[in-house]
């Protein structure tokens, strides 16, 4: 037996400190299990104590928001009685120890996060980040990630419609993984986790308890080092064919009245759900650990209350109906074991094997839980990019951005995915800005997406998080469906040092700002720190996960191109090539301040042009972001295998590859309709230029400057992916 000591805390991440208050919550030195409880509890991973008096400045309501921060997923309306349940969380650390379960198990954790509350599971998105390419421990991290989320998304039955990738060398050593759900329920039948009703029985069904997963979220709360991949004991193993039936067997007892609370069991398994539950509800709970299913023997309580194993579950149900709920989860072949019960004393007692192993009053473990308002120190705002110069052709230029790692096509990846199971897939991966999945029985459709632009965040760390909810809004306002709400997953270094704090601070100020402004609240996230290896940080990662609704899926517009039609750009061009892709790809440089965010056009132009798609005068629709107008052209071409004839005057490199903001690129069918729109953007004050016209010549050209072909185009765009497998 360990000796419970200052040093024993400390490896389990708790400072002198920390220790000191347990001592002084406990009055006595506590059990090893009850260290561990503390320890779990009041780790960065579950208790947010650097972020949370920062994430409080977050704009979190509206009025159809249901269920903001502080329930396993957000829950907004979407109208005909229905809701959307949604949230993304990090599985950064494990998928860097164990690429293929630490992606999967991230999968299996947020789809857990959201069924609980009552909703079908209908949609998967992810958010990933890896280091140089060039390294061979990227090729095997991006690998195993992939496969990972395909194999659980897949297995499980729900598809994978969304995502990105991106590509630097801060992320070489901690990856970033961050998985999306989206589920759908019935605005009466969600489901919250508070405990309540002393003496209801404590149900724990799913999988079984093993050793797999011990201390994973203290592992999550600390940075790496030369030994981190030595750590595979505390990455979870996962098993998406026990997550089907779990998914099933829970929705199917939500039907009927047994469940009082529901919890998943996810960062620190069975301490985390029962503490939670207990605590919410304003309870005690008692837990009999011989009870507890085990796949190990000689299980100590110390490991099952720590224990990550996955597809498990905690309930508390109605006494008199905990046989109908043990032959509805036994008909899905899960465990069901009664492993405790409610109490009114206010504490979690835990026993096992007749002794008592934890014995701790609940309400200061969560209200006494640290809570650091850490030293901050701004970044500097960086100078405006000078002027810059390439004598390289604009055809050649963007044959060299298209095939580079950030926008290259991401083909091998989503073809690992499953993006149609369930055949209400309207919309699937690169067919359009958003993906848009129908709600069944339904015209009306969800429009998702995942964004952010760390290259931004790391000049300007405000202007960054503002882009990142900015992106995410055009995303949805591009294929016409008006965005509602999101979720995110702040990931970011070590917190303890200033300018990461201060990076952290100005992210979530200029998010507040962007969501205030849009109408767009934060309705769940998660926060991911100690994202550093050897003491180098990732670049900041505000990774944005949203959700919007169209009434109508048939309305909803995708990316291709069909000759003969116009392209016009709504927005202003600047000519902006600060932290530019074009800036890094063709002359190697990450300098200059990122592009400026003019709120107020953000919305005006995204309303305007959400509007024009729902008239029906918008045949195709393509935000520009990463890479500029000359990317966004090039994407829609390849799309709808059209060529375009380039008539805009500009030749300048910074108007084709500048990534100003609040532009999109729409195409329509008539002239007619062109002169409509142009007229209609003059009128609302919105500029608006024709740039040419989509041909069935199969070629992308520009006066003397562009003359590419449609298979060149698409070699060069096709080609990163399969070459670095190949070799």
């Not at 620190?268 to 796949?295: C, F, H, N, Y």
């Not at 532009?663 to 953007?681: C, F, G, H, N, T």
Request: proline share 6%; charged share 20%; net charge negative.
């Amino acid at each position: 037996m360990k000796k419970v000591d200052a040093a024993l805390a400390k490896s389990f991440g708790l400072n002198a400190e920390e220790y000191a208050k347990v001592l002084e919550i406990m009055g006595r030195t506590p059990s090893l299990t009850e260290l561990g409880i503390f320890s779990v509890m009041w780790s960065e991973h579950c208790s947010y104590k650097s972020s949370r008096v920062w994430l409080k400045e977050l704009p979190t309501k509206a009025p159809w928001v249901i269920h903001g921060p502080g329930e396993n997923a957000g829950v907004i309306d979407i109208g005909e009685g229905m809701a959307a349940i949604f949230k993304m969380e990090s599985h950064n650390h494990p998928s860097f120890i164990e690429p293929y379960q630490g992606a999967a198990t991230g999968v299996g954790g947020i789809l857990r996060d959201v069924f609980t509350m009552g909703a079908r599971p209908i949609a998967n998105l992810n958010a990933l980040r890896f280091g140089d390419p060039a390294l061979p421990v990227t090729k095997r991290v991006v690998d195993g990630v992939v496969r990972g989320i395909g194999g659980y998304g897949n297995c499980v039955g729900v598809p994978t419609v969304g995502g990105e990738v991106n590509f630097h060398p801060a992320y070489n050593g901690n990856p970033l993984v961050n998985a999306m759900t989206v589920g759908i329920a019935a605005q009466d039948k969600i489901f919250l986790s508070a405990a309540a009703g002393i003496g209801n029985p404590v149900v724990y069904i799913g999988s079984k308890t093993g050793r797999d997963g011990i201390h994973g979220a203290t592992m999550a709360s600390t940075e790496f080092d030369a030994s981190s991949e030595e750590k595979r004991p505390t990455v979870q193993v996962g098993d998406p064919f026990t997550e089907k039936l779990l998914i099933e067997a829970c929705l199917e007892l939500m039907q009927t009245d047994a469940i009082v609370a529901i919890q998943d069991m996810g960062a620190a398994g069975l301490t985390s759900s029962s503490v939670e539950m207990a605590g919410k509800g304003g309870v005690g709970i008692e837990l009999i650990l011989d009870d507890v299913p085990q796949r190990e023997t000689g299980m100590t309580a110390y490991e099952m209350m720590l224990s990550e194993s996955q597809e498990r579950m905690l309930l508390v149900l109605k006494p008199e109906r905990t046989e109908m709920a043990r032959a509805i989860i036994e008909k899905w072949d899960l465990d069901y074991a009664i492993i405790g019960h409610i109490t009114d004393t206010g504490r979690i007692v835990v026993k096992h094997k007749g002794a008592v192993e934890a014995d701790i009053l609940l309400a200061p473990l969560a209200d006494a839980a640290p809570l650091y308002r850490r030293p901050i120190a701004e970044t500097p705002k960086p100078a405006p990019l000078g002027p810059v110069h390439s004598d390289m052709k604009l055809g050649d230029a963007l044959l060299k951005l298209i095939a580079s790692p950030d926008l290259c096509s991401r083909r091998w990846i989503f073809d690992q995915y499953d993006s149609t199971v369930g055949g209400q897939t309207v919309k699937r991966p690169a067919q359009a800005d958003a993906a848009i999945v129908r709600l069944e029985g339904t015209k009306r459709a969800l429009a998702l997406t995942t964004d952010c632009t760390p290259r931004y965040c790391v000049a300007d760390p405000e202007a960054g998080g503002a882009q990142a909810v900015v992106e995410a809004w055009r995303n949805i306002s591009a294929t016409g469906a008006t965005p509602l709400a999101i979720t995110d997953n702040m990931n970011f270094g070590n917190p303890e040092k200033p300018e990461i704090m201060g990076q952290f601070a100005a992210a979530i100020k200029g998010m507040a700002a962007a969501c205030t402004a849009l109408d767009f609240p934060v309705v769940s996230g998660n926060v991911s720190l100690y994202n550093e290896t050897e003491g180098k940080g990732i670049l900041p990662t505000p990774a944005i996960g949203a959700v919007g609704v169209i009434e109508d899926a048939a309305k909803a517009v995708g990316l291709a191109l069909k000759p003969d039609h116009d392209l016009i750009v709504i927005g202003a061009s600047k000519g902006e090539l600060g932290r530019s892709l074009w800036l890094r790809e063709i002359l190697g440089q990450e300098t200059g301040a990122p592009p400026a965010i003019d709120l107020a056009a953000e919305r005006r132009n995204g309303e305007f042009v959400r509007a024009q798609i729902l008239s029906g005068k918008v045949a195709a629709c393509h935000d520009v972001s990463d890479g500029g107008l000359l990317v966004a052209v090039a994407e829609m071409a390849l799309a709808g295998d059209a060529g375009v004839d380039l008539t805009a005057p500009e030749t300048s490199h910074a108007f084709w590859f500048g990534e100003e903001q609040a532009r999109y690129v729409l195409s329509v069918e008539s002239a007619q309709d062109r002169a409509a729109l142009l007229a209609a953007a003059a009128q609302a004050g919105i500029p608006a230029v024709e740039i040419g016209r989509a041909n069935g010549n199969g070629k992308l050209t520009h006066s003397d400057t562009v003359a590419i072909s449609l298979p060149q185009l698409r070699e060069a765009h096709e080609r990163f992916f399969p070459s670095w497998f190949a070799l």
